[in-house]
């Protein structure tokens, strides 16, 4: 099974040299956050699908042995609605087990702030001279940075935590 799927790609970033200038700091700060922004996205789509995969099976499932109880003149058919009922319980279990619904808009929300932040540092280095470009703004766009992956992180170790049972 593993050989058939195509290995995901790494997540960190690579180390920069050191002593960059400015205009190679804020280089370096956008492919981290295209970076980013790659990762998002994969994991987006890949919880989309299975988050509707869940639910159109649930519900094909559900109308299925809905519609063979409706046939209870057949005993076969009733056992097998039944068996459908069972399986139809256990897919609708699993979406709020995995919360493939919830990491998919975490990941949307994730990849718009990448976006933004994207968007911010490249319109800092397109409007100002590379003569001019300030290591504490660049730092202070790398704090934000840190902080979409902070929070990312924190979020979905919330969704992945187990119920507290009381």
């Known amino acids: 099974m593993s050989a ?3 290995p995901r790609p790494q997540i960190q970033s690579e180390l920069p040299k050191p002593g960059l200038t400015p205009v190679e700091l804020v280089h370096d700060l956008i492919a981290r956050i295209e970076r980013g922004n790659d990762y998002a996205r994969d994991r987006k789509r890949r919880f989309k699908l299975k ?3 869940v ?14 109880l409706g046939l209870q003149n057949l005993n076969g058919w ?3 609605a039944f068996a459908l009922v069972t399986v139809v319980t256990i897919v609708g279990a699993l979406e709020p087990f995995f919360a493939w619904r919830s ?6 929300q994730s990849e718009q702030r990448f976006y933004h932040l994207r968007d911010e540092v490249s319109f800092y280095l397109a409007s100002t ?5 300030d290591v504490a703004v660049i730092r202070e766009r790398f704090g934000d940075y840190q902080a979409i992956w902070d929070q990312l992180g924190s979020r979905w170790l919330e969704h992945r935590k187990p119920e507290a049972t009381e």
Do not use: F, Y
Not at 55 to 68: C, N, P, R, Y
């Open 4 to 6: 058939l799927r195509k």
């Open 51 to 53: 988050s509707i995969i």
């Open 55 to 68: 639910k159109a099976s649930a519900l094909v499932l559900s109308a299925t042995s809905t519609i063979i």
């Open 78 to 80: 009733t056992g097998v």
């Open 103 to 108: 990491l998919w808009v975490l990941m949307e």
């Open 129 to 133: 001279p590379p003569d001019q470009l």
